[in-house]
């Protein structure tokens, strides 16, 4: 039959925890075993440790999310504090003037207070000293402009939100716009322009310039 093993044998103990030198009468022990007398003291004290180390763990843990709710405390505050200079409206002003390909030239400034609000002009005068000038004004309001010319053609052709103030000659051209009937008879059919002859000699100081066919310049070329 086999023998049974006992599973654990109690030491005495004194009042301060240590155990006493005594020897203890053991249970007959079965061959193949041995009794060890620290194993319920280790378990024990490892289990204390154990104890010991979770609530440090846990201690330390709420320490660390308190300063941790501090910090982003302080940190939303310095933020709502905080202004960004770039989100301020930023005035502006800028010019430049420069030479056109066909001889002319052209300009343009313009300044903003930064909220919405432009104001600013341009000006384009050509090769024969046509020019052209626009003052403008961009707010709530929405765009308006006023246009200052001697370009022929150009009198009392005022267009939405523009009005046109022109020195030059029509020539007939702005009345036959403003006395034009929108069922009027359709015009006469286009005819393309007659190139220039090429006699193989080239004419010092003569070019060409596209202009519509209702410029008083375009007489004659078609």
């Given at each position: 039959?086999?023998?049974?093993?006992?599973?654990?044998?109690?030491?005495?103990?004194?009042?301060?925890?240590?155990?006493?030198?005594?020897?203890?009468?053991?249970?007959?022990?079965?061959?193949?075993?041995?009794?060890?007398?620290?194993?319920?003291?280790?378990?024990?004290?490892?289990?204390r440790?154990?104890?010991?180390?979770?609530?440090?763990?846990?201690?330390?843990?709420?320490?660390?999310?308190?300063?941790?709710?501090?910090?982003?405390?302080?940190?939303?505050?310095?933020?709502?504090?905080?202004?960004?200079?770039?989100?301020?409206p930023?005035?502006?002003?800028?010019?430049?003037?420069?030479?056109?390909?066909?001889?002319?030239?052209?300009?343009?400034?313009?300044?903003?207070?930064?909220?919405?609000?432009?104001?600013?002009?341009?000006?384009?005068?050509?090769?024969?000293?046509?020019?052209?000038?626009?003052?403008?004004?961009?707010?709530?309001?929405?765009?308006?402009?006023?246009?200052?010319?001697?370009?022929?053609?150009?009198?009392?052709?005022?267009?939405?939100?523009?009005?046109?103030?022109?020195?030059?000659?029509?020539?007939?051209?702005?009345?036959?716009?403003?006395?034009?009937?929108?069922?009027?008879?359709?015009?006469?059919?286009?005819?393309?322009?007659?190139?220039?002859?090429?006699?193989?000699?080239?004419?010092?100081?003569v070019?060409?310039?596209?202009?519509?066919?209702?410029?008083?310049?375009?007489?004659?070329?078609?």
């Amino acid at each position: 039959m086999r023998e049974k093993v006992p599973e654990a044998v109690d030491f005495p103990t004194s009042s301060s925890g240590h155990q006493h030198a005594t020897r203890v009468n053991l249970q007959k022990k079965p061959r193949d075993f041995v009794y060890i007398k620290r194993r319920r003291l280790q378990l024990v004290t490892h289990i204390r440790q154990s104890c010991r180390s979770s609530n440090f763990l846990s201690s330390l843990h709420n320490s660390t999310m308190k300063v941790f709710i501090v910090l982003s405390v302080l940190v939303a505050a310095a933020v709502a504090q905080y202004a960004d200079p770039l989100a301020q409206p930023t005035p502006y002003t800028f010019s430049h003037a420069s030479n056109t390909e066909d001889g002319g030239s052209s300009s343009h400034q313009e300044s903003g207070n930064g909220a919405g609000q432009v104001t600013g002009s341009y000006t384009v005068t050509d090769l024969e000293g046509h020019t052209r000038v626009v003052d403008y004004v961009a707010d709530e309001a929405g765009f308006r402009a006023t246009v200052r010319t001697n370009e022929p053609g150009t009198a009392n052709l005022n267009s939405a939100d523009v009005s046109m103030e022109s020195t030059g000659d029509d020539n007939g051209i702005a009345a036959a716009y403003a006395g034009a009937s929108p069922y009027a008879a359709a015009p006469a059919p286009y005819a393309a322009p007659v190139a220039p002859i090429n006699t193989g000699r080239t004419q010092a100081g003569v070019r060409y310039v596209l202009v519509p066919t209702t410029d008083p310049r375009a007489r004659g070329y078609y």
